[in-house]
């Protein structure tokens, strides 16, 4: 039996730039359910314009401390260690639902910090260059462990989206690809269905291919990643395949 805790129970009004907030009244057995801007859940903190800069700030506390922790034990272990380390305590808080948060314009204050500890854990200078040490390391940057996780999710629950050969019989070679939504609202063009869509189909036709069997699809995708290192979504994008 599940029962609500009525002075703790809010409700949310999803929001976009130009809409308005409609005054509700709404009650539950005599009891007055109040408005909040935001709520947490499953660890997420959701606003009510579906901006996550809340929840961001949030995560840069969290990796300040797991930064400091990384600098304290540096000098006592060797990089394999380090690497160990890192991602028990730094990629674990990083990963946790990247695929809707990981394409927010605030996510840059994530990369700054991912790189900082990248730096501490390879004893580089402050203004080195960092995408010869995540190759290094083998450490995906942020936007790059974000087109991992988002390709993933697409890969996984292929179901949920159309692809072109079920919307035309021409034999091209956009066949394989995704079919992409119309849609003029710029905050769904940025969650994960319509971004998942264009990372998908601007991937090599090779891992395309590899996408029906998950367990090669994700070691050759990792690979693929690992090699360019990508620190924006637009430079994955932009990237030409030959």
Known sequence: MLFLNLNK????????????????????????ITSSTNTK????????TLSWKAHIRQIMLRLSSACYAIRVITPLMTEDILKMIY???VNSIITYGIIFWGNSPHSTHIFKIQKRVIRIMTKSRRRDSCRQL???????????????????????NKDLFTMNQEIH???????INLHPPVCNLMVFQKGVYFSGIKLYNHLPTYLKNLSKEIKLFKPALKRFLFLHSFYSVEEYLGYRHN
């Open 41 to 48: 859940f499953l660890g997420l903190t959701i606003k009510e």
């Open 134 to 156: 995540f190759k290094r390391l083998e450490i995906l940057p942020l936007k790059s462990q974000y087109t991992l996780s988002t390709l993933l999710f697409v890969v996984k």
């Open 169 to 175: 019989n021409i034999n091209t070679r956009c066949t």
């Open 9 to 32: 129970t809010t409700y949310l009004q999803f929001l976009t730039k130009n809409s308005q907030k409609l005054d509700l009244n709404i009650t539950l057995m005599n009891n007055q």
């Open 87 to 89: 991602y028990s305590y």
